[in-house]
């Protein structure tokens, strides 16, 4: 199991924003009068999902910078952006901030309720794909604790100080957000991440302190290529077994993955000093959510690894022979 992050910092805000890309659909021109889906505004997700009232949170989404019709807007943007009101069936609107075409600044109003977020205007809606959780106020005595999901697995585990804070079977999956009671003071929080419960595949450390009456947001940030091929050091050796050569020397062949996405292919004859035979970069081509398998491009080689990710074949050898590397 890898150990990706630990931070140590005093957590005082009312709630820590996390950050993410911004979703944009390429433009689509208008053809004979008709409205083009892509250019309508749409709103996709909240972040962080869960928030107190007054607070500022961001919308994420694609083209808000058009109205419902598709044409750019210039000064004031034409739609609302509204809450489920505490009085049933109603909505508020909510004051916000355009930031740019991919998201939006927006206060949680007062009497804001937990549900979806909607843009509208006139007769056209658009919601949130998930359900926004607006926190109640806190009494003095007490904390929230926040945690907010952004790697490629489910959160299985999650202790505070010692105590796990998941029933069996249950967790955080990708993207979302779960809020806590605490009391205040220092915490360390250990969050592990995998597919199922009981297999963590990494875990996150923090030191925290939560303060009374306040929203702490604890951030798991998604996996890089770079963290899980050098463990989260500045490189990491991936090693093939002792080969036999056609020259009649015994040698090694060395990938040696480094932090900023560069690579060298090394050979190590025995009794001799490693040389190096390439130099490179190396990129994730794909990884999705909950997968035993990453795949990533290794200079102009496809490479395919698997869970427990600590063993790939490729065409590392000499004369691009297929073979074995192991992390070390």
């Given at each position: 199991m890898k150990t990706l992050v630990t931070k140590s910092a005093t957590l005082l805000c009312a709630a820590a924003l996390a950050a993410g890309a911004s979703l944009i659909t390429p433009?689509?021109?208008?053809?004979?009068?008709?409205?083009?889906?892509?250019?309508?505004?749409?709103?996709?997700?909240?972040?962080?999902?869960?928030?107190?009232?007054?607070?500022?949170?961001?919308?994420r989404g694609e083209a808000l910078?058009?109205?419902?019709?598709?044409?750019?807007?210039?000064?004031?943007?034409?739609?609302?952006?509204?809450?489920?009101?505490?009085?049933?069936?109603?909505?508020?609107?909510?004051?916000?901030?355009?930031?740019?075409?991919?998201?939006l600044r927006v206060t949680i109003p007062a009497t804001a309720r937990s549900g979806k977020i909607r843009l509208v205007q006139a007769d056209y809606v658009t919601s949130t794909?998930?359900?926004?959780?607006?926190?109640?106020?806190?009494?003095?005595?007490?904390?929230?604790?926040?945690?907010?999901?952004?790697?490629?697995?489910?959160?299985?585990?999650?202790?505070?100080?010692?105590?796990?804070?998941?029933?069996?079977?249950?967790?955080?999956?990708?993207?979302?957000?779960?809020?806590?009671?605490h009391t205040p003071g220092s915490k360390t929080v250990v969050a592990e991440v995998g597919i199922n419960p009981g297999e963590p595949l990494f875990h996150f450390n923090f030191n925290a302190v939560l303060s009374a009456g306040r929203t702490t947001t604890l951030t798991l940030s998604r996996i890089s290529l770079p963290q899980l091929m050098t463990d989260g050091s500045a490189s990491r050796d991936w090693n093939s077994d002792v080969l036999f050569g056609n020259d009649g020397n015994l040698f090694v062949r060395t990938v040696r993955f480094f932090s900023g996405g560069t690579y060298q292919i090394l050979e190590t004859v025995r009794g001799r000093r490693p040389v190096v035979v390439e130099n490179g970069r190396y990129a994730e081509?794909?990884?999705?959510?909950?997968?035993?398998?990453?795949?990533?491009?290794?200079?102009?080689?496809?490479?395919?690894?698997?869970?427990?990710?600590?063993?790939?074949?490729s065409s590392v050898g000499r004369g691009n022979q297929r073979i074995v590397v192991t992390a070390q």
């Amino acid at each position: 199991m890898k150990t990706l992050v630990t931070k140590s910092a005093t957590l005082l805000c009312a709630a820590a924003l996390a950050a993410g890309a911004s979703l944009i659909t390429p433009r689509t021109a208008s053809a004979f009068g008709q409205i083009v889906e892509s250019t309508r505004p749409k709103i996709i997700l909240a972040s962080p999902n869960a928030s107190a009232p007054r607070t500022v949170i961001t919308l994420r989404g694609e083209a808000l910078n058009r109205d419902k019709d598709g044409n750019l807007w210039r000064t004031r943007a034409p739609y609302q952006i509204q809450f489920p009101s505490i009085i049933p069936g109603q909505f508020v609107s909510a004051a916000f901030t355009f930031v740019d075409s991919g998201s939006l600044r927006v206060t949680i109003p007062a009497t804001a309720r937990s549900g979806k977020i909607r843009l509208v205007q006139a007769d056209y809606v658009t919601s949130t794909v998930l359900t926004f959780t607006v926190n109640s106020p806190l009494p003095a005595q007490e904390s929230r604790l926040n945690i907010q999901n952004n790697t490629q697995y489910n959160v299985i585990s999650l202790r505070v100080n010692g105590v796990e804070q998941f029933s069996p079977g249950n967790g955080i999956p990708p993207g979302l957000l779960q809020s806590g009671i605490h009391t205040p003071g220092s915490k360390t929080v250990v969050a592990e991440v995998g597919i199922n419960p009981g297999e963590p595949l990494f875990h996150f450390n923090f030191n925290a302190v939560l303060s009374a009456g306040r929203t702490t947001t604890l951030t798991l940030s998604r996996i890089s290529l770079p963290q899980l091929m050098t463990d989260g050091s500045a490189s990491r050796d991936w090693n093939s077994d002792v080969l036999f050569g056609n020259d009649g020397n015994l040698f090694v062949r060395t990938v040696r993955f480094f932090s900023g996405g560069t690579y060298q292919i090394l050979e190590t004859v025995r009794g001799r000093r490693p040389v190096v035979v390439e130099n490179g970069r190396y990129a994730e081509t794909t990884w999705r959510d909950n997968s035993i398998q990453v795949s990533f491009s290794l200079g102009n080689r496809p490479v395919d690894l698997f869970h427990p990710f600590s063993q790939f074949i490729s065409s590392v050898g000499r004369g691009n022979q297929r073979i074995v590397v192991t992390a070390q």
